[in-house]
């Protein structure tokens, strides 16, 4: 027992909003939520029911808001939130869940279940009842502003490294660009090619833009673990940088729940509209591909279909542009059966593939993915998520799938046109 | 004196009971409140939430059919009961001497009748598969049940009264009303009035992210 | 339209008496006949009632015809219609008691076979592997029209024996509260059980057809001749026998059902009292044979209510029972583990309600 039940107990109590309570008189049981849940459907295990992973919460909202429960209670009728629970339901929430939020698009009484979720671990993270690994990322995060420990020093070499591969220069801490673009540890150490293919676009596209070197994380361990307080303090960095560099727009990169924290939710932890405007890399491609100011040439023969990631595409609402853009460039485009917002998660959002001990239960539940695969048989698959790309690898590489994994700034970078080396600018 | 009780003060404590409870349930909701979304919406979360609010009575069809059971003998159960609970001949005239004063056309008796069949059935199917199915069982508890089972009740004492000919039978139909009645705005009975401000609240919530949820 | 038998007047025990009283008055007028023809003024006047032919007419005794009515339906034109009390006397004293022994002796057989057999057990116990014999739609099937028909069974009782039953307990006046009660809940329930029964055929209809090995099972019942154990697919040949008997006596009870119910197309009286006792008696079939269906499924055969509860069968259950089922499942590899079953279902035993945690995990 960690002895933080209370500060458990009180940090879900203030996540009670009218929205959840409204999601917890509406919820009748029906089980149509565990059906649109690949934990679930993948598993059969019906403690993945998205519902039931959101207990706690309703443990509290019936014994300390509803008439029956709380007389119940008083009456010592019913069985209490627990520290037990806490512990209990760890396990459930942060390694059985994504926040993939498909269980709320299927509800027919409307309750967001990923909304309460990502309530539910205010109180766990809180008692104290979070992955060791989650719980560690994030405190590598708030000392060394990258949760995978990637410092200032490993950037610069990752950008020396890029320049030197494209000929290009990327701009470092340029004071008055007009964007400034974030990246998530997960690219820096795994695909920074991803970085070399934004300076050939940029360039090619005329685009001014920066990086800075005090601080670049996109990614928010304070989101995955369920922590306003540490959520917040690494969106003010962000903030911090924006506002020093004086840029006016912030370039989410591929990253899932990197776009929806700084797009969606970062103004509402720091408590005040944002001062810059953020797009996600999709959407700044397919803007400048609008404004004719991206020309690609050639097209790839590879059968090829997208992967949309949860955060970018059914929580953040990025959906047509990488079609659009995709449709520049692969004309043997197909789609999965089950795509846009209501397509399945690869099973490593929500910080679950930085979750050790949830190795195993991923790669069962990548069954769903591999199932949508197999009934389009593609060369390869395109995402816009480096977290998404690490877990697609791994599941393909467990069942011996060749397809090949491709970020779509990279496919689109690969088919640039006219593109000449400069060195300076 | 049992008949005079439940058509008099029973029924109105019933009423009572039913009316407050209900505001007060959702009195509840709003009184918890709602932190401004100081994000820059794609479009209005208004409208969005109006048509979320009609959208979900429509299973997104990569559902199917998975969930065909639920939702078939889940519109059996709740269009059958809607029909004969606002167009059945004696509700309709029930309606109008002791609630509003005003009634309408009825629906054919024969209709009536179908309607009945199609609840109960659709609502023995729901029942049973939550006994059945391993997610139900594990996520349900009594107010599940005990609200399946006093509606159950509630049809089929009504269902033995069709005669209409037994004070008894009458009485029984009626206090089984009215017990539903005064258990609705403590259950999950509620979600007949709580449904529209979820879906409202999550229709808004999608659609300033530019999603049709 | 009327066709009385010739030969019912004569069993009909009220006319038969009716007859014997006129000849045993006609014999002890005898001695008075000859004081009568004289017009003897001592002796009884023997007036001839002058409505003597009229009523003989309105009996329809000898030749019944319908007279012409106003009022429009069947046998409207008959204005005492005997059938009513052949029919009553038929219910009273044939149908009623014959229905209570079988469903009696139906339940007394059923007892006296626990006491001495105590049910049929599992040869080797339980093995913890499990096989899928019925999938969830199967099983609130079953469930569903199990339901409907014991609601039917209680109502239609009620309507058949109350009078003989009820009655004496209840009195006149809370039993015709009952009898309308029943009536009105067997009427609206009975089509629900004729949906369920057609989804019951769909289902398993390809199951039960007659195969290889049905007839051996037959001769050896079961295993209860020469002791040893018959082979036997997915369903024996009992259980498709039981399924056939459900449908075509449920369908004769569905269709008499909507017969009765229904008497807006031409029925005269003895269609509906052909029907009400192929209903009655189909009926009472049926619950005597779910006595025995219930039986075998709960304490008549050990590890056997799982396979509707669950949908889940222990494999030890599956080969003694089951044996060439079995053999073809275990031969596709569809063995679960009840390890890994546990997770999915809170079977016997399960207790968490949330996933073991990996023993690195312990001492936290």
Known sequence: ?425 | MITAFVDGPLWYFALVVFLIGVAWRLFAIFRSGSKADFSVPRRSGAVSAFMTSLRRFVPRHEMSPRIRLQVVAGYMFHLGLFALLVFAAPHVLFLQKHLLGFGWTPMPYWAFILASQIAFAGLLILWLHRLLNPVTRLISDADDYVAAGLTFFVMLTGCLALMEDFTGLRVLHRFTVELLMIYFPFSRLMHAFTFIPSRAYTGAWFGRRGVDA | MNNNKPGRIIRCPVALYSVLMALFALMLALPFAPQAMAGDSESAAKVVNPGTELWREVRQREAPRAGATQVAGMDSGVLINIRGEQWRQFRMEQLIPAAGALMGGVLGLIVLFHLLKRGVRLEHGRCGNYLLRFKEIDRILHWYVATVFIFLALTGLILLTGRVVLIPVFGHEVFSVIASASKEGHNLFGPLFLVGLIGLLIRFVSKNLPAKGDLSWFLKAGGFVGGKHPSAGFFNAGEKMWFWLVILIGLTISATGLILEFPFFGQDRPIMELSLVLHGVGAVLLIAGVFGHVYVGTAGMEASLDSMTTGYVDVNWARQHHDQWAEACEAEGAVIAGAELAKKQRLRGTKNRVPDRPVAEEGR
Not at chain 1, 103 to 122: F, H, T
Not at chain 1, 399 to 419: P, Q, S, W
Request: hydrophobic share 35%; aromatic share 8%.
């Open chain 1, 1 to 425: 027992m960690k002895g933080r039940f209370e500060q458990g107990v009180e940090a879900m109590r203030a996540q009670m909003d009218a929205r959840v309570v409204s999601y917890l008189s509406s919820c009748v049981h029906c089980g149509i939520c565990a059906e649109a849940c690949l934990f679930f459907t993948e598993t059969g295990d019906p403690r993945y029911t998205p519902i039931h992973k959101t207990e706690p919460m309703r443990k509290l909202w019936n014994q300390e808001y509803t008439f029956w429960g709380k007389l119940t209670s008083k009456l010592g009728l019913n069985k209490p939130l627990t520290e037990q629970d806490f512990e209990d339901w760890e396990m459930l929430v942060y390694d059985g869940c994504s926040m993939c939020g498909r269980c709320s698009m299927v509800c027919p009484l409307g309750v967001d279940i990923a909304y309460i979720i990502r309530k539910v671990k205010e109180g766990l993270s809180a008692a104290g009842y979070s992955p060791p690994d989650l719980v560690e990322a994030g405190e590598r995060a708030r000392t060394i502003g990258s949760p995978m420990g990637v410092t200032a020093k490993t950037l610069a070499a990752t950008i020396r490294a890029q320049e030197k591969e494209t000929g290009l220069d990327i701009p470092l801490d340029k004071e008055g660009a007009e964007y400034l673009c974030l990246f998530s540890s997960g690219e820096i150490a795994g695909f920074p090619e991803f970085m070399g293919a934004l300076a050939r676009i940029f360039k090619a596209a005329g685009i001014s833009w920066t990086i800075s070197s005090q601080y670049f994380e996109a990614t928010n361990t304070g989101v995955q673990l369920g922590n306003s307080e540490l959520a917040a303090e690494l969106v003010e960095r962000i903030v911090a940088v924006a506002e020093k560099l004086k840029v006016k727009t912030v370039i989410s990169p591929e990253c899932g729940h990197a776009y929806t924290t700084i797009r969606w939710d970062a103004p509402n932890f720091i408590g005040r509209p944002l001062p810059f405007k953020v797009v996600h890399i999709m959407e700044l491609l397919d803007q400048l591909r609008l404004d004719g100011r991206l020309k690609t040439e050639g097209m790839t023969d590879d059968r090829l279909s997208f992967h949309d990631p949860c955060n970018i595409s059914r929580r953040g609402g990025v959906l047509k542009q990488p079609r659009q853009l995709l449709n520049m460039v692969a004309p043997n485009f197909v789609e999965m059966k089950e795509h846009g917002d209501m397509n399945w998660c690869c099973g490593g959002g929500g910080g679950v593939s930085s979750n050790e001990r949830a190795n195993e239960l991923r790669l069962q539940v990548f069954s769903a993915k591999k199932r949508q695969l197999d009934e389009i048989k593609v060369d390869a698959l395109v995402t816009s998520c480096s977290n998404c790309r690490h877990m697609l690898e791994d599941g393909l590489e467990e069942n011996e799938m060749e397809i090949e994994l491709i970020g779509i700034t990279e496919l689109i970078a690969d088919h640039l046109a006219e593109e000449t080396p400069d060195r300076g600018q």
